[in-house]
């Protein structure tokens, strides 16, 4: 059983589109997480959710919008798309909110956009 | 920013030898974890070390924290090509909610 899956596993899209990327985790966990991992494989968090509610919101572009329609869905929705946002994306899911979780992740997303 | 580094970038090594990489970083943690990263895949957690420890061994990994020097290492003994794969430390503050890692050590195995 897949415990953090993500679809798609790739996305190639055209600039100025709009796309989703949608995150589920089977874990029970109560927080999850958006990580962008850029061409130099630096991985840096974008969200963090507990329990459906945002307790992390780093400096990411508005057009970047998380959604949490439970614990155990967070999906990113990304508006009018840029080069930059080229990227793999990661989700990932902890037990609680603290710093001494594990952190489990999802395959990953590689979004291309032309 | 806490961003960590490690070291080396990249390290080729023959299968059975021992692989050592570090992680510095810049200001106080709560704990340090290690996180190895197939290609093409997802994080996938490996040890954590807590700033009252010193070192923790899991299988063949060993991981050494010093935290008057900022930094820790990961050890792989006896490595199987199996191990090839992209290593992340990330650091976890006592404030705020999150890791922040590292830039990564690529490990090529050579059978």
Avoid at chain 1, 84 to 91: K, L, N, R
Avoid at chain 2, 76 to 84: C, E, G, H, K, L
Wanted: glycine share 6%; charged share 20%; aromatic share 10%.
């Amino acid at each position: 059983d897949t415990a953090v899956s993500q679809t798609p596993k790739y996305l190639v899209t055209q600039m100025g589109n709009d796309k989703s990327i949608k995150c589920e985790q089977n874990l029970g966990h109560d927080t999850m997480y958006w990580y962008k991992q850029d061409s130099k494989k630096f991985l840096k968090i974008m969200f963090s959710y507990n329990n459906k509610e945002l307790i992390i919101n780093e400096t990411v572009p508005n057009r970047f919008s998380p959604k949490s329609p439970d614990k155990a869905h967070l999906n990113l929705h990304i508006n009018s798309l840029e080069l930059g946002d080229s990227a793999v994306y990661f989700c990932a899911s902890s037990q609680g909110t603290g710093y001494t979780d594990t952190q489990y992740f999802g395959p990953g997303t590689r979004l291309t956009v032309l | 920013s806490q961003q960590g580094e490690e070291d080396p970038q990249a390290l080729s090594i023959q299968e059975g030898e021992n692989a050592t990489m570090n992680c510095s970083y810049k200001t106080s943690i709560n704990n340090l974890q290690w996180y190895r990263q197939n290609s093409g895949r997802g994080l996938v957690h490996l040890i954590l070390i807590r700033s009252n420890e010193r070192e923790k061994h899991s299988g063949r990994l060993r991981v050494t924290l010093d935290t008057s020097k900022k930094s820790s290492s990961l050890l792989i003994t006896a490595s199987r090509a199996a191990d090839t794969a992209s290593y992340f430390c990330a650091t976890a503050t006592y404030t705020g909610n999150q890791f922040y890692f590292g830039t990564g050590t690529s490990l090529t195995v050579i059978p």
